[in-house]
């Protein structure tokens, strides 16, 4: 396969087109709308696929709660506001331990906010976002070959742990052109879903609902989601590091934040300072024990984010003491220049007396 | 003795003068133009004094100094 040009939003539906989704339901909000309109114009071309514009983003939710207690590979997208209004379907889906794919290309916030990038949906993303006691997976992608990447390995965690995969991309990537590879193709068998509902010929029929009314049941259905997340963190962490071997100084940054930052660390080793990058590719599970690994040789860290501070208390919990923290970020939609980071990474490696 | 010299970006600068209490040559004053924000921001005097330390740079608040090295 060769290489095409193409918009973020657009690579997240050909992976998802090539990962088997089957069933995508939009509703429209920027920066997100390219992905719809791939889904509308491309979806059919496989048999049996559905793509529905909803009538609200609430709806949409729904008929992914429904396609996938059918059995089959779906996937919703939205911005902030449109994610908020999603949430009470991603707690039933993670009740109801179904696999989905939900996209989210974040926007300034909080409220209808702007339409440029930001990150300011971490905590909503990654502390699970609707009511209960839940998680989801997260992925942050920081180049449109990575949305592709992992837009597919989204469908397999989230058919594999049974669980809603959140993908936390921004505004930014989702709006600019890059050069991408499809890398797969889908399985020609998707793995059959034993609980999903097809009907019930030659059974006994049965349903699935999210209330369990019985407090002793619902304590052993969130001890066993529990167990599972536990499974998740063990094995499934992701991250980028970045010239970390011989860093005094390590920036922590996710998304597009990340791509910013190392144009900055690039400046700084032009200069001659050891400035290095973490770059968690799971928001959750949270790199913890990576970091903790490198705070054994680097003292300092920079978490950098375009919003006010909100993977920065990951970092917090991560060190627990054994590491300087400072942060750096921009919020309500501003784009930072890697200079900017720059002088922020040289400022800081001055007064800490690296230099 | 080493030389060296600064640029203060005047649009993001809002004028506290911390810098210009810290530098040891006295080489940063009060500028005479207000910025577009309406703060009185601060100026470098190239009076050959600055040996580019760049404690007016660790100390700035809003990071708005640039220093350089001859």
């Known amino acids: 396969m060769t290489k095409v040009l193409m918009y973020g939003n657009e690579a997240i539906g050909e992976a998802a087109i090539r990962a088997g989704c089957q069933c995508y339901f939009g509703y429209p909000i920027t920066p997100q709308n390219e992905l719809t309109e791939y889904m509308a114009a491309n979806l059919s071309r496989k048999k049996g696929c559905t793509f529905i514009q909803a009538e609200s983003e609430i709806a949409a939710i729904n008929m992914v709660y429904g396609a996938s207690l059918a059995g089959v590979r779906t996937m919703t997208s939205s911005s902030s506001p449109g994610i908020s209004l999603k949430q009470e379907g991603i707690s039933y889906l993670a009740a109801c331990e179904l696999p989905a794919v939900i996209v989210n290309m974040s926007r300034g916030g909080p409220g209808l906010g702007s339409i440029a990038a930001a990150q300011s949906d971490y905590f909503q993303a990654t502390r699970g976002g609707g009511h209960g006691d839940y998680r989801t997976i997260v992925l942050g992608p920081s180049s449109v070959q990575e949305l592709a990447d992992l837009t597919h390995r989204a469908f397999d965690l989230s058919d594999q742990y049974r669980i809603p995969v959140m993908i936390l991309g921004d505004g930014m990537l989702g709006q600019m052109k890059e050069p991408v590879e499809f890398k797969h193709e889908a399985p020609a068998e998707l793995p059959l879903r034993a609980h999903a509902l097809r009907g019930a010929k030659g059974r006994p029929s049965k349903y699935v609902k999210s209330l369990t009314s019985n407090p002793i049941e619902l304590e052993e259905l969130n001890w066993s989601l529990y167990r599972r997340y536990q499974l998740i963190k063990k094995k499934e962490v992701a991250y980028e590091a970045f010239q970390c071997e011989d860093a005094e100084l390590i920036i922590v940054a996710f998304g597009i934040a990340a791509r910013i930052a190392k144009g900055a660390i690039k400046n700084a080793r032009a200069e001659g300072m050891k400035v290095g990058m973490l770059r968690p590719i799971t928001l959750w599970p949270f790199p913890s024990e990576k970091i903790q690994e490198l705070a054994k040789n680097t003292k300092h860290f920079l978490v950098f984010e375009m919003n006010m501070g909100q993977m920065l208390e990951d970092v917090q919990l991560a060190l627990a003491g054994n590491g300087e923290i400072s942060f750096y970020g921009r919020p309500g939609g501003v784009i930072p220049t890697p200079s900017e980071v720059f002088r922020v990474a040289s400022r800081l490696y001055c007064q800490k007396g690296l230099k | ?70």
């Open chain 2, 1 to 70: 003795m080493k030389k060296g010299y600064i640029e203060i970006n005047q649009e993001l600068c809002k004028g506290c003068q911390i810098c210009m209490t810290f530098c040891p040559k006295g080489s940063i004053s009060p500028s005479d133009k207000l910025n577009s924000s309406g703060y009185l921001p601060v100026r470098f005097n190239d009076d050959g004094e600055c040996t580019g330390c760049a404690t007016c740079a660790v100390v700035c608040p809003d990071v708005v100094i640039e220093v350089y090295r001859d």
